[in-house]
């Protein structure tokens, strides 16, 4: 038969103590953190390739993923938006810290970076897939869309033709589209002929 160990009630109470400060100390030292605030801006302006090069480089953007949205077929590919009967536009979706940069200052950005005053076009490329929308998730976005949008005709003679629709859903494009520019600039005439002027004019790195 083993060897029975009574414990004194003193030791016991020291013991049960101990354990508790353990605990606490524990727990105190390893706190779970805090999430990191970010939010989602979905905008269109042409070819994602030139919206993506553009905003990748503004400060308190963490990611830009190109894709589709705006329209009505679930998980469309590329060559089937590019009918025009997806009812989709190429859009890029903006994650940013809005401690950094605010929704109001993509916007600015945005009504600079293409011409929003060309229905279903930028340059040569033609089609609604191409056309100038806003996709807001909140009534408070879609307030500052239209707010920004009225202050942005200023920049304009001809009347700005941007949509401003509610996102219903935002489906990213096939992985070789992602950091196009950056990724081909040196391989696709698009990328110079295109995009790398409007880099410049924005005052971007090409």
Same mark, same amino acid.
């Given at each position: 038969?083993?060897? /029975?160990?009574?414990?004194?009630?003193?030791?016991?109470?020291?013991?049960?103590?101990? *354990?508790?400060?353990? @605990?606490?100390?524990?727990?105190?030292? *390893?706190?779970?953190?805090?999430?990191?605030?970010? %939010? !989602?801006?979905?905008?269109?302006?042409?070819?994602? $390739?030139?919206?993506?090069? %553009?905003?990748? #480089?503004?400060?308190?953007?963490? &990611?830009?993923? *190109?894709?589709?949205?705006?329209? &009505?077929?679930?998980?469309?590919? =590329?060559?089937?938006?590019?009918?025009?009967?997806?009812? @989709?536009?190429?859009?890029?979706?903006?994650?940013?810290?809005?401690?950094?940069?605010?929704?109001? #200052?993509?916007?600015?950005?945005? $009504?600079?970076? @293409?011409?929003?005053?060309?229905? !279903?076009?930028?340059?040569?490329?033609?089609?609604? #897939? +191409?056309?100038?929308? /806003?996709?807001?998730?909140?009534?408070?976005?879609?307030?500052?869309?239209?707010?920004?949008? &009225? &202050?942005?005709?200023?920049?304009?003679?001809?009347? /700005?033709?941007?949509?401003?629709?509610?996102?219903?859903?935002? +489906?990213?494009?096939?992985?070789? @589209?992602?950091? +196009? +520019?950056?990724?081909?600039?040196?391989? !696709?005439? =698009?990328?110079?002929?295109? /995009?790398?002027?409007?880099?410049?004019?924005?005052?971007?790195? #090409?």
């Amino acid at each position: 038969m083993g060897e /029975i160990v009574v414990m004194k009630p003193g030791c016991l109470a020291i013991l049960l103590t101990c *354990s508790l400060l353990t @605990h606490g100390m524990t727990a105190e030292a *390893s706190p779970t953190p805090a999430p990191s605030m970010t %939010a !989602n801006a979905v905008l269109g302006g042409g070819c994602f $390739w030139c919206l993506d090069a %553009a905003f990748e #480089q503004l400060p308190g953007v963490l &990611k830009v993923t *190109s894709g589709f949205a705006g329209g &009505k077929s679930a998980d469309p590919t =590329y060559e089937q938006v590019c009918t025009g009967r997806t009812g @989709h536009a190429e859009v890029i979706r903006i994650t940013y810290d809005p401690a950094k940069v605010s929704y109001g #200052q993509l916007l600015d950005l945005f $009504w600079k970076v @293409h011409d929003p005053t060309t229905l !279903n076009r930028q340059g040569a490329d033609v089609g609604t #897939q +191409y056309r100038s929308i /806003i996709l807001t998730a909140t009534p408070e976005e879609a307030a500052e869309a239209e707010a920004s949008k &009225k &202050k942005a005709q200023a920049l304009y003679v001809d009347p /700005i033709v941007t949509e401003i629709a509610p996102l219903t859903a935002f +489906y990213p494009a096939e992985a070789y @589209h992602q950091d +196009y +520019y950056r990724n081909n600039k040196g391989r !696709n005439p =698009y990328c110079q002929v295109v /995009i790398a002027p409007k880099l410049k004019k924005l005052g971007l790195k #090409q």
